[in-house]
């Protein structure tokens, strides 16, 4: 059974810096590209960053330079670094991977940047 769970959230002000973490559990984590998405309020799900099992990363462009993926092969986690907080990052993140046609996804955690 695939889990994977989010912490990490919370409330910052405006230039102040998060760090997400997922663990993941019922995959074969060394070999699955890893995602990280966010939902803002009144929005649509929208992809923030990706790693693959190589360390190749991509990043939406309203979080390049501020944000970094990292992921952690001998403890099965993915971190989300987020430095240089905005209003406009405020949402909902969740953790995602795929196997297959299948995707998986986290509760997700709350993260609210105030101005």
């Known amino acids: 059974q695939v889990q994977l769970v989010e912490s990490g959230g919370g409330l910052v002000q405006a230039g102040g810096s998060l760090r997400l973490s997922c663990a993941a559990s019922?995959?074969?984590?060394?070999?699955?590209?890893m995602a990280w998405y966010r939902r803002p309020p009144g929005k649509q799900r929208e992809l923030v960053a990706s790693i693959t099992s190589t360390g190749n990363t991509r990043y939406a462009d309203s979080v390049k330079g501020r944000f970094t993926i990292s992921r952690d092969n001998f403890k099965n986690t993915v971190s989300l670094q987020m430095n240089s907080l905005e209003p406009e990052d405020t949402a909902v993140y969740y953790c995602?991977?795929?196997?297959?046609?299948?995707?998986?996804w986290g509760q997700g955690t709350q993260v609210t940047i105030s101005s």
């Open positions: 995602n991977t795929a196997l297959g046609r299948d995707s998986y």
């Open positions: 019922g995959i074969f984590f060394s070999g699955s590209t």
